[in-house]
């Protein structure tokens, strides 16, 4: 119900709507509409009523309240049950616990602040309160557990193509996942994976873009960035608009990755990418290696052609450029 009302809200923003017409539309008592109406306003919204006129919607809070996802989205499955919390220790962490329990394929998890955020391996990732988009995916691709790297390229694609629609700002993607912005780091993905030898069970990818974050801690100054920092007007951004076109943008490529269009991810991942073509060193699990990167296969590994030109395939490393 409350769902409704705003979306009615929405529709006539900045326009009185009276109680009567929502009450016959909804088939609902005045007084119950009242009683949502101060609900919402509980949650933040700001909402004017006025003895005749009825009611109108000011101002809308700053939060990734469900409501509003639901009320903004495109995708049919990404984000078809949104679970929302205001503080949460690590949306990759709950979201695998609720994919244990059987959650279905497309169910998102959104915080607006991570206590324990997590970024590849075992790093921190800075997630405070309100600033950015802290976002988990749950997924249950038919697919071998060896094709689940894919997923990462899927979700980078969709993550600076979102940024890119929405803000019009220029990022690119660093191997194998950063979003960067003007040779800072924006944002990231985490993929995580629950399988058997033959058979995947789940995967959770999980997407962190600095959005209206102003600044950073000491030890991430020189690397970190946000998308407000980056903008010409220095503005704060729609956090909702950009989680809905995010969303929208990850089931249009997932399709794609389901569907065997991995050639069509590889392409427009190519051409977003900021480490092909150029020189590159990769500190690797047990090797530092150094050439050009030329190239990624289609597993999404990176091909770099070293010095005396042999070609390295490498699945995983940290790249500087
Ligand atoms: C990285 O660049 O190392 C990956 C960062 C991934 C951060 C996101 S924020 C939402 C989700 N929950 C987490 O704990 N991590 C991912």
Redo the contacts with the bound molecule.
């Keep these: 119900m409350k769902q409704e009302i705003l979306r009615i809200l929405s529709f006539n923003k900045g326009n009185f709507v009276s109680g009567e017409e929502i009450s016959e539309k909804l088939k609902v008592s005045r007084t119950a509409i009242w009683k949502h109406i101060n609900a919402l306003r509980e949650d933040g919204y700001i909402i004017e009523s006025q003895t005749r006129l009825g009611y109108r919607l000011v101002k809308k809070p700053d939060l990734l309240l469900p409501e509003e996802v639901r009320l903004n989205l495109n995708s049919r499955i990404i984000g078809s049950e949104v679970k929302y919390y205001s503080k949460i220790d690590?949306?990759?962490?709950e979201a695998k616990k609720l994919a244990q329990m059987g959650e279905k394929e497309g169910t998102v998890v959104i915080a607006e602040e991570?206590t324990?955020?997590?970024?590849?391996?075992g790093?921190a990732?800075n997630?405070p309160f309100g600033m950015g988009i802290?976002?988990?995916v749950i997924l249950r691709p038919q697919i071998s557990p060896v094709e689940a790297p894919g997923l990462t390229l899927v979700a980078a694609v969709a993550a600076a193509k979102a940024v890119r629609n929405v803000t019009g700002l220029p990022v690119k993607i660093k191997w194998p996942?950063?979003l960067m912005l003007n040779s800072k780091?924006v944002g990231?993905?985490?993929t995580e994976l629950s399988a058997e030898i033959e058979v995947v069970n789940f995967i959770v990818v999980?997407?962190?873009i600095n959005v209206n974050n102003e600044s950073f801690p000491e030890e991430l100054r020189e690397i970190a960035t946000s998308l407000k920092i980056e903008q010409a007007g220095k503005e704060k951004l729609d956090r909702v608009q950009l989680l809905c076109e995010l969303l929208h943008r990850f089931e249009e490529e997932y399709f794609a990755f389901i569907t065997g269009r991995q050639k069509e991810i590889l392409k427009q991942w190519k051409g977003l990418s900021d480490t092909l073509s150029s020189i590159v060193r990769v500190i690797g699990p047990s090797s530092i290696i150094e050439g050009r990167a030329v190239d990624l296969d289609e597993t999404g590994a990176l091909l770099v052609e070293k010095e005396d030109g042999s070609v390295e395939r490498i699945i995983s490393g940290d790249v500087s450029l």
Excluded: F, M, Y
């Design positions: 690590s949306t990759n962490t991570q324990g955020g997590r970024g590849r391996k790093r990732w997630s802290w976002v988990s996942n950063d780091k990231g993905i985490l999980g997407i962190g």
